[in-house]
């Protein structure tokens, strides 16, 4: 099944953008996902299994950052067209 889910994340920290970046290019390196970031959010694109397991991983590995925030909106339906 395929799915979209658009994701917001807010560090809050001085240096936000470091973090985001690492975030987006954690989840660049899954070949199985088309990633489209933008100025206010990630959009992810996928096979619903790949792209919630590296979402989890993804988040997980920001959540080493304290008071980390995301938001994500999760659609069973494909956006990437």
């Known amino acids: 099944?395929?799915?979209s889910?658009?994701?917001s994340y807010y560090p809050?920290?001085?240096d936000y953008k470091t973090p985001i970046n690492k975030f987006i290019e954690a989840l660049e390196e899954y070949e199985?996902?088309?990633v489209n970031p933008n100025s206010m959010s990630t959009q992810v694109f996928g096979e619903y299994d790949d792209v919630v397991a590296a979402i989890t991983k993804c988040i997980k590995d920001a959540f080493e950052l304290p008071?980390?925030?995301f938001f994500l909106k999760i659609l069973n339906i494909d956006r990437e067209k």
């Open 67 to 69: 008071d980390s925030v």
């Open 5 to 7: 889910v658009e994701i």
């Open 32 to 34: 199985a996902l088309t």
């Open 12 to 14: 809050i920290n001085e």
């Open 1 to 3: 099944m395929k799915t």
